[in-house]
């Protein structure tokens, strides 16, 4: 079932930005549980507040993590760290009423060639530990695509993360896509992960870096891209 959501700027009061998405008619809100103001701990002091503004919605919210977090990090404590973070936020999206949350494919540092490998088997350990703990709360853990980076952009690693880790979803960032390979990576994603896409950011960019432009501002095929997701 196609739904149309809006994602809270965790700059702006968090209430505020919930009751706007609904003043503008989406079917539900994607929380953005990251500070500012949507540090965990601001989220649990307004959560009844919160839990009521949400249930004028259609649809059930759905949860959006910082882009920062560092599953991948070879420094243990750090990892290890991110892994105890993520968890809390999945404890209070739970409370919430969130049953879908997100997390990125983000990677630091300077990791090439064969040194690619430690990075990559280390975002598949942290996430294999947090999607079994989000199963035990009845949420589903989804990984955006990040735009073109040091991060996990590139689709063949990707999709070694999503295929390396059961019951991981995908968080299909449609401009994100387009600044790591243009249409033809846009594409790729959808007919590589047609039955593991689970939800969609669009926005629009010019190729080369994360815009955030509204649709038809930017150079992406939108057209091309709805002819091609329809077809699953």
Known sequence: MLCYGLLTNPSNEILDEITKAYELDFEYVEIGIEGPEGNPLIIEKKKNEIIKLLQKFKQKPIGHTAYWIDFSSDYEYIRHAWILEAMREIKIAKKIGIDLINFHANLNGMFYGENRKIPLHN?????????????KYKIQVMLENVPLSNGIHNLDEFKYIIDSVPSLFVHLDIPHAFTSGGMKSVIGYINTFKNKIIHVHWHDNHGNRDEHLPIGAGLIDHQKTLKALRKY
């Open 123 to 135: 975002m598949i350990k942290s996430l294999r530990e947090i999607v079994s703990y989000a199963h």
